[in-house]
């Protein structure tokens, strides 16, 4: 006989107080409850139930099978809703927080995303920082560089490609930058952040090199930036997304060609221990998908799509894909698509994957 139904069957009769309660339940005949309590019993070798004329009770062996079975039915009654769930159509309101620097990226996609599925609404919510995802009720948050809430998880969506660049008329009075280190006498036009000074990182056949920049423009907008490094204000350490049609046109000049900015890494951020719902999934898949990698490969235990708690190393299933193709993006940031691995790892700043 089913293991599983003869385990409901004995969890009923004691929910339900009576055999005849737990048939009702379950929706069969008090005889096949009581077959299948018996056979239950038979297979663990042990009496789980005392039986009189007027009540039925727990033996004490029954009292531990109980409280063990009960947690299997119901882990078994999630695992069905979330296949349920993964078959579903998206479907709700999905609340996202983003990084301001990030808006340029992420308002396109969130419109992709909504063209894909119109039975979803979506919120977009930029700031500098991160909000109380519990108390503001986002489903997501996506946010690029160090984060430190060990309460979340992280999970690695893309890698932005940053472009240094400046215009001409600024390069023509002051000339153009040969290594990282002429950029510390530079006026450096940069995102404002939690220091006063800003230190960029390049990596050339010399090796890596961290700068020290300032300058006579910050801004927590990106548009801002580049709106400074088009007037000739000075040079921009930028998403290429952002300035790659400047560059095509001769607006801007690319800078230091032999070295490669340290690229930004894209997080979505969620609560730990939540379910996630199908649109959430939907939506995490589809920016994996857009933020496809096209770079060098990610290291090994920070690949894009990888999920990192503090506890063990397991492989997760392939989350929900978009149900048709989405127009392709042309802007230059990168991911992976699948879902390579999940993995957990002590929590060190914040439990990421990249």
Request: aromatic share 6%; with cysteine.
């Amino acid at each position: 006989m089913d293991q599983v139904s003869s385990m409901s069957a004995f969890v009923q009769v004691v929910n339900a107080g009576s055999f005849t309660g737990a048939a009702r339940r379950l929706e069969i005949s008090p005889t096949s409850v009581t077959s299948r309590v018996q056979s239950f019993e038979q297979q663990l070798g042990v009496r789980l139930l005392n039986r009189t004329t007027r009540k039925v009770s727990l033996t004490e062996e029954g009292e531990a099978f109980y409280e063990r079975c009960s947690r299997i039915l119901a882990e078994l009654a999630e695992v069905e809703s979330l296949a349920g769930a993964l078959q579903a159509k998206p479907n709700g309101t999905l609340r996202l927080n983003a990084d301001i620097r990030l808006a340029h990226v992420i308002a396109p996609l969130v419109g992709e995303y909504a063209a894909l599925y119109p039975e979803i609404s979506c919120e977009l919510i930029v700031a500098e920082t991160l909000g109380d995802m519990v108390e503001e009720k986002f489903d997501l948050a996506i946010f690029a560089g160090p984060l430190r809430d060990c309460s979340l998880i992280s999970r690695r969506l893309g890698v932005a490609r940053l472009a240094l660049c400046a215009a001409p008329a600024y390069l023509a009075v002051h000339g153009s930058p040969e290594h990282p280190r002429d950029l510390a006498a530079r006026n450096c036009l940069d995102l404002v952040g939690s220091l006063a000074v800003s230190h960029w990182r390049f990596a050339g056949k010399d090796g890596e090199h961290a700068v020290d920049v300032a300058g006579n423009l910050r801004s927590n907008s990106i548009e801002g930036l580049r709106a400074g490094a088009l007037a000739g204000q000075g040079i921009c350490l930028l998403p290429l997304s952002c300035v790659a049609d400047d560059l095509a046109r001769g607006m801007l000049v690319r800078l230091l060609p032999g070295y490669d900015a340290a690229p930004r890494i894209i997080h979505a951020l969620y609560p730990s221990g939540r379910h996630l719902a199908t649109r959430i999934r939907s939506f995490l898949d589809f920016m994996i998908e857009r933020l496809r990698e096209s770079g060098p490969a990610a290291p090994q235990a920070a690949r894009a799509g990888e999920i990192v708690t503090s506890i063990e190393r397991r492989p997760s299933a392939r989350g929900f894909t978009p149900s048709r193709p989405a127009p392709a993006h042309r802007m230059d940031f990168t991911g992976v698509g699948a879902l390579v691995a999940a993995g957990r790892e002590r929590c060190q700043g914040v439990r990421m994957a990249g």
